[in-house]
């Protein structure tokens, strides 16, 4: 009976140590793949929009009086005027105020 009680302390002190030694790197184990989830979702979605953003409002402070312009509503005007915060544009006869973030797109420009 020697023999069996001392296998059974050898893997209870076996177990105790694998618990013991998994148990620093478990913590690492499961921050390393949030840590790279996070990035990834950083880079693929966050940075991407991000530029959208600016590419968008770049555009819309080089928006004059007499550029023709669409909204985000499908409708296609020129701009008569000009204030902070919007637009006055003519849609064939009648005049239409916008907020400038309703501006989608800068028509007949060179880039396209």
């Known amino acids: ?26 913590a690492l184990a499961f921050l390393l793949p949030l840590a790279v989830m996070g990035g990834l979702f950083y880079v693929l979605l966050i940075l991407p929009q991000r530029r959208r953003h600016k590419k968008a409002s770049e555009m819309r402070d080089g928006v004059t009086v007499g550029d023709e312009v669409r909204t985000i509503g499908g409708i296609i ?30 028509l007949g420009s060179d880039d396209e």
């Open 1 to 26: 009976m020697g023999a069996k009680a001392l296998n059974l302390f050898s893997m209870h002190t076996g177990f105790l140590i694998a618990q013991e030694s998994s148990g620093g790197s478990s």
């Open 77 to 106: 005007g020129t701009v008569v005027a000009e204030t902070d915060s919007e637009f006055t544009i003519d849609i064939g006869g009648q005049t239409m105020r916008v907020v400038k973030q309703a501006i989608a797109e800068k």
